[in-house]
C-alpha cells in the first residue's frame, strides 16, 4: 500500500496523480476501519481526503500552517502527518483525539472542537509571522456550515486587512450538521451555479480575493487551485465545491445522519447497536411538538443541532413554522429568542451546553437586561455528557448562574423536567433556563410541583438531622445515594434536598436547617469555582455550619472516563462519607 | 417652536417638508443643550436627526416597531414620542437614558448598548408578529460600525429565511467609535461610489433586498425610500448615508472624538472640564509604545474603542503595523490574540470588562485550551467604572475567572499594574487577564514583585492576628481603610492580604492563617456571586474560621451613585466594623 510509505507530508510530494488518486483510496479503506468500530465524524472526513491530499501536495507543513475550522474534518490531515496507524491500527485508535492537538503532532497548530474559529486563529498566526518578518503560508480550511457563525464572519471580514500572505479554502458541501439556514447560502448556490462568476459575491464584498474549483474532489484541479495562491501576497478564498460523505453511498444520501454516526456495518450502513430506551431527546420532541399544536405562539429554536432534542428532518417538518433552526449561530438565536418573547410569542431555544458558551453577551444583554420571558434549555450539561476538551457541558452553572434576572431550574427527574418546561414556556416574567437532565431518564411517583413562579424555594425530600444534603439536578440521585450512606455510617438520618433552583438561595430554609443541622453538603454536576455550593458556603460562612462543596475542579478534562473523573473528585457516597465522618 | 406641538409620532404626520425640516433644527438645538451640559454620544445623534425624523413620518410606532442598534442615536426618537423636555429642560435631564428604555416608553422595546443586536432582536419582533398573524412593520436600524459585529453578521445572515416584512436601515456615516476596520468596509464603499449600483453587494450577498439612499441627512429623500419599503413583504435593506455628527462644525470635523463627548462650551467646542492628573489609559498607551518599539513581536490590539488604553490616532500612527484595531469584533479579536501567541507575537488586546462578555467562549476555546500566552487588559472592570445598565464592568470576576487555566491578576497599584504587564508580555506559559485598576492611579514606594509564575502566591502586606483582611484589587485602599479601623474597633490589628491571583487560591497561606486567626474577610469590586471570595468560603467551610464576603449584590445597576451602592452593600469600613465586631 502507497500508506505505508507516507510518513510525513514530504512523502506525498513524490507522487503522480495517479498515485495521489489510488492514496485517496486507501485513505478512505482507514477512514473506514475507525469509523465503522469507533464512530465518528464520517461525512466532513470522506469529503475532503482529496483537498487535505492537495493541501499537503502544494504547501509544505508545518512551515506552511493549516488552520482546520471545528476540526472535525482533520483525519485524512492525520493520516498524512505520521498518525496513519491511529485509522489502520485498532490498538492505536486511542493515540489520537477526533479533532486538531498540539500535543500530537507539529502539524497541529490549535485544539478545536467549535466552529467557525479557524479564520481568526489563522489571522493570528499570519500576523505573527509578519510581525517576525518571517515567510510561508498560512491557510484556514473552513466549511459552509461554519460560515454562518459571528465569529467566522467576523474573521472573514477582518481577514482583508492583513493585506499579507493568507489563503481561506471554503470547503462547500452545501450543508451544515443539518441543512444550512441563512441567507448567504443563496449566494454560494449562486456561486456554484456561476462557476464562481457570479457579480454579487460575499467573499468579495468582504474585500477578500476569490478563485473557485468546481470539483473539490478532483485532485487535479485542487493541486492546480492551490498552486496559483501558494505565497500569494494577499487574503485569497479558495472556495471548492465537495460532497459530504463521497465515496460511501449511505453516506452520500443521507448527509445529516452521517455527519456523526457510531459504530456500523460497512457492509449495509446499519448502526452496530441501536438506542434504546427513553431519551430526553425524544421526548422534549414530543412535548414541544404537542405544546407548538395547541398554541401557535410556542415557536422551537435550535442552531445547526436540532437533533440534540430529537428534532429529526421529519419532526421539523410537522413543526413547519413553529420550528426555527438559525444554523450555526447561537448568539443570533439567543437574542432572536428575546426578540420573539418580547413580542408576545413562547420560544424555546436548545443547544448543547458548550455551544451556549458562544451567548454569553447575548444572554446578559440581549435576554436577561431585559427580563423576556424566553426558555432555555441546556442539553448534555453534564460530567455525563460529551468528553471532549472542546465540548465539556460542566461549565454553564458557572457561566450562566451568575447573571442577574436568569431562572436556571435543575430538574431531578422526567416528570420534573418537563413541569418545569411547561411551566416555563407559559409565564411571563422571567428569563428561564433548565439543565436538562444527563444521566438517564428518571422517573417519580411523587406528584411534582406546576409553578415556579415562587422563586428560589428548595424541595426538602427527605427531613433528618445533623446533615442536610443539597443534591443538584441529575446529582441528586447521587444524594439519596449518599443519604442511605451517611445513615449508615452515622446512625442518623440526614435531610435530603432537592434545590430545584440554581441561581437562587432559599434563605429561610438555611436558617431553619441550622437549628438541627451542623453539617451541609452540597452536590453539583459542574465545576464547584463559580458554581452552587460556593454560595451556600458564602452563606454560612461567618456561622458554625460546616459546609463541604462537592463537584468537579476547575480543569478542562479531555476523553475521560466518567467513573475516574468522578473517583477523583471524591464524588461517591463513600469517598464523601469517608472525608466527613 | 414646532417641537410644542409634537407630543407624539402622530404629530409629525401633519407636518409638510418645510416644516419637518424646521423640526430637525429645532432638534438639533434640544440635542445641543442637553449634550453641551450633561454630554453624551454626539456624532450618532447629530447625524441621524433626519432619519429619525423620517421613520417616524413614514412608520406608525409604535404598531411598527423600530429596534436601535447600540441606541446610542435614539435621542432624536426619545424626542418624538413623549421625552422632548428630557433635553429641552435641564431639570429633566434625568428622566431619560442614552439609550432606549421600554420602562421610559412604548416606542422602545429592548435595552440596548451593545453593538449588533437590532438584526436579531427585530428578527424576534418579527417571527413573533407572524406566529401570531399580526401585521406591522418591524425595523432596525444598525449603524455602518456596529455591522462588523458577529451577532450583526449572524442576523443579517438569517433575516433572509424571515420570508416575511423586515426592514433594516443600515445607517452609513463611513465611521465607527474610530475608522471602521474591515473588509466589508471596502464594499460599503463601492456602494456609496455607485449611487448603490455596484454588482457586488453585501447585502444581496446575504439574500436580501436592497435600496440606497445618497443623502440620508434630506427628509424628502428619507420619506420616499421609507414609504417605498413600508409594507413590504419580504427582508431589505434600506442603505442611507449620513453625516456623522451633521450641523455642528466641530463634531463634523472631528468625528472620533465627537462620538461621544463631555460637557463643553456651544460656541468653541472646548470641553468645560480638562480631564487632569494620571490616567491608566495614557499610561498604559506609553508603556506599551515603548515595549513595542524595543521589541516587533509585541503588539497592541484594540476593539473600536482603541483610546480606552490611550491609542490616540496619533499614538497609532505611532505603533504603525504593531497597532491593531479589530473594529467592533471582540471575539475575532481575542482568537487572533490567540493565533498570534501561537506564532510567537506577543499580543495584548484591551478592552471594557463589559465588551469582554462577548467573548466568554474564544477566551475558553481559542485561548484558554490552547493555553497560548496572550495578555488581556480588562479595563472599567469596577464599581467605579461605567454606570449604564448595559455597560456595568462588575461581572467579569465571575465571568472569566472560572474559565481554565486563565490566570487573571488584580493590581493594587501602578508599580504592581505595570509590573504584572510587562511580566505577561515576556512569558510564555500562561493566557494572562489583567484587571486594570479604576479606583484612580495610586503609587507605592514598595519594592513590587517583577515575576509572577508561580501562581497563586498572595501577599501579605500587614501582618497581625485575629482577623485576616483579603482585599483585592483595586478594592486593597478600601482593605487598608478596614484594617485601621478593625485595629482601632477590636484594639488588635489584623492581617492585610493582597491576594494578586484572582483564579487560584493560596492555600498553604489558608492553613497558616488558621493559627493566628478566627475571622476571613474577602473584598472584591465586583458581584459576589462566583466571584473571589466565595471561594475562600469554600475553602474554610468545614472549619472554624469565620468568612465574611464582601462585595456587589448580584444586579443589573442603571445610573447609579457609586456611594450609594458601595453603602446599600455595606462596602464602607465602619459599616463592615458594625456587621462583624
Not at 20 to 41: F, P, T
Not at 163 to 174: E, L, Q, T
Not at 468 to 474: E, M, Q, S
Request: glycine share 8%; net charge negative; hydrophobic share 40%.
Amino acid at each position: 500500500m502507497l500508506i505505508e510509505t507516507i510518513h510525513s507530508p514530504v512523502d506525498i510530494k513524490q507522487l503522480d496523480i495517479t498515485q495521489l488518486i489510488a492514496l485517496a483510496a486507501e485513505i478512505r479503506s482507514g477512514l473506514m476501519n475507525r469509523l465503522s468500530k469507533r464512530g465518528g465524524h464520517f461525512g466532513p472526513n470522506y469529503g475532503i481526503v482529496e483537498a487535505t491530499i492537495a493541501l499537503h501536495f502544494v504547501f509544505d507543513s508545518p512551515k506552511d500552517k493549516i488552520v482546520f475550522d471545528v476540526s472535525h474534518q482533520c483525519y485524512t490531515h492525520k493520516i498524512l502527518t505520521g498518525r496513519s496507524s491511529a485509522f489502520f491500527s485498532e490498538e492505536h485508535f486511542g493515540d489520537v483525539s477526533g479533532y486538531t492537538n498540539p500535543a500530537e503532532s507539529e502539524h497541529d497548530f490549535f485544539n478545536v472542537g467549535h466552529t467557525s474559529t479557524s479564520v481568526s486563529l489563522a489571522c493570528g498566526l499570519a500576523k505573527s509571522r509578519d510581525l517576525m518578518g518571517e515567510s510561508g503560508n498560512v491557510i484556514a480550511v473552513i466549511g459552509d456550515g461554519s460560515l454562518s457563525g459571528g465569529e467566522a464572519l467576523e474573521g472573514l471580514d477582518f481577514a482583508a486587512e492583513l493585506g499579507s500572505n493568507f489563503i481561506i479554502v471554503v470547503n462547500d458541501n452545501d450543508m451544515s450538521i443539518a441543512e444550512n439556514h441563512g441567507g448567504l447560502y443563496q449566494n454560494l448556490n449562486a456561486l456554484r451555479k456561476s462557476n464562481g462568476t457570479c457579480a454579487c459575491n460575499l467573499f468579495r464584498a468582504m474585500g477578500l480575493d476569490y478563485r473557485f474549483v468546481a470539483d473539490g474532489n478532483d485532485i487535479a484541479q485542487l493541486i492546480a487551485a492551490f498552486s496559483a495562491v501558494k505565497d500569494t501576497d494577499h487574503p485569497t478564498v479558495v472556495h471548492i465545491v465537495t460532497q459530504k460523505g463521497k465515496g460511501y453511498t449511505p453516506a452520500e444520501t443521507d448527509r445529516e445522519n452521517w455527519h456523526w454516526h457510531v459504530p456500523f456495518d460497512p457492509e449495509t450502513g446499519h448502526a452496530l447497536q441501536l438506542g434504546g430506551g427513553e431519551s430526553y431527546g425524544d421526548l422534549t420532541c414530543d412535548f414541544l411538538l404537542k405544546k407548538m399544536k395547541a398554541d401557535p405562539k410556542v415557536v422551537t429554536l435550535a442552531a445547526a443541532v436540532p437533533v440534540c432534542i430529537g428534532f429529526t428532518p421529519e419532526k421539523r417538518k410537522e413543526a413547519g413554522k413553529q420550528f426555527v433552526d438559525a444554523g450555526i449561530a447561537e448568539e443570533h438565536a439567543v437574542a432572536m429568542a428575546s426578540g420573539i418573547a418580547r413580542g408576545g410569542g413562547k420560544p424555546v431555544f436548545a443547544t448543547h451546553s458548550s455551544f451556549f458558551q458562544r451567548t454569553y453577551d447575548q444572554l446578559s444583554q440581549d435576554l436577561c437586561i431585559n427580563r423576556n420571558p424566553a426558555t432555555l434549555l441546556v442539553n448534555t450539561a453534564s460530567v455525563y455528557g460529551m468528553h471532549d476538551i472542546t465540548h465539556l457541558g460542566i461549565f454553564d452553572i458557572a457561566m450562566m448562574s451568575n447573571i442577574p434576572n436568569l431562572v436556571y431550574l435543575a430538574p431531578t427527574n422526567c416528570e420534573e423536567y418537563f413541569a418545569m418546561l411547561d411551566w416555563s414556556i407559559e409565564q411571563n416574567s422571567f428569563p428561564v433556563a433548565i439543565r436538562m437532565p444527563c444521566n438517564g431518564v428518571f422517573h417519580t411517583d411523587r406528584p411534582v410541583q406546576t409553578d415556579y413562579s415562587a422563586l428560589n424555594r428548595y424541595q426538602v425530600t427527605q427531613q433528618g438531622s445533623g446533615t442536610a444534603v443539597l443534591a443538584l439536578g441529575d446529582f441528586y440521585q447521587l444524594g439519596e445515594a449518599l443519604a442511605k450512606k451517611i445513615a449508615e455510617t452515622t446512625g442518623t438520618a440526614p435531610t435530603l434536598i432537592n434545590p430545584r433552583y440554581i441561581t437562587g438561595l432559599d434563605e429561610q430554609l438555611f436558617r431553619e436547617l441550622s437549628d438541627h443541622h451542623s453539617v451541609v453538603i452540597t452536590l453539583e454536576d459542574g465545576i464547584l469555582d463559580g458554581g452552587f455550593g460556593e454560595k451556600i458556603a458564602r452563606y454560612y460562612g461567618p456561622t458554625d455550619m460546616k459546609v463541604y462543596c462537592y463537584g468537579l475542579k476547575k480543569e478542562f478534562l479531555d476523553r475521560y472516563s466518567v467513573d475516574e473523573v468522578l473517583k477523583a473528585n471524591h464524588l461517591t457516597p463513600e469517598q464523601i462519607c469517608a472525608d466527613i465522618y
